[in-house]
């Protein structure tokens, strides 16, 4: 924004530079003058209108004869187009990185009640297989008990036909045996 009168002669780069990038500048400046050259520096200008261009430079030095330091033929590359597309990339990395993290903590949180739910269905399980095996062992039981009772019983209805074929016996003094039964007779 500067006229050619306004600048030449009258304003040093560090005059248009922003305090930053003034400071990168005399950073510089004593290894540019060593090295003869410096490439891609980057630089924030301040315009006429008070607005910032970002820019980077290109110099080489420039001496007399005796090697002493003249001037810098410089070149001044405006990269706000630059600029505004890694302002965009930035951008759109820190939303994909906030993006990201939302969902590891979402995959964590569903991991966790995948656990969650895997462990209570393997303490169900295991319920259920207890429970099986009690069942089955009640039911054996019960077969047994069962089993018992019938033998009980039967014992019970063949008492009084024992009873009376041992009193039979036990009151005769001669061998005895029995030929057949019928109901209740005996021959």
Not at 94 to 104: D, F, G, M, N
Not at 145 to 150: G, H, I, P, S, W
Not at 162 to 175: A, D, G, H
Request: charged residues 35%.
């Amino acid at each position: 924004g500067y006229s050619r009168d306004e600048v030449i002669g009258k304003l040093k780069i560090i005059d248009v530079l922003t305090p930053e990038s003034a400071a990168t500048f005399r950073e510089n400046f004593p290894h540019f003058l060593e090295r003869g050259w410096v490439k891609d520096l980057d630089l924030q200008l301040i315009c006429k209108d008070g607005t910032i261009l970002p820019a980077i430079a290109n110099a080489t030095v420039i001496k007399d004869a005796a090697g002493n330091f003249l001037a810098t033929r410089t070149t001044l590359f405006d990269i706000t187009e630059r600029k505004q597309a890694e302002a965009i990339l930035r951008q759109a990395n820190e939303e994909l990185e906030i993006t990201v993290a939302q969902r590891a903590a979402e995959l964590k949180q569903i991991n966790q009640q995948l656990k969650g739910e895997r462990l209570e269905r393997e303490r169900v399980e295991q319920a259920l297989r207890q429970s099986e095996e009690r069942w089955r062992l009640t039911i054996r039981g019960r077969d047994v008990y069962d089993d018992l009772r019938l033998r009980k019983q039967e014992e019970e209805a063949l008492q009084p036909s024992e009873s009376t074929l041992r009193s039979f016996f036990n009151s005769v003094s001669m061998m005895m045996g029995i030929v057949e039964l019928l109901d209740d007779d005996i021959l």
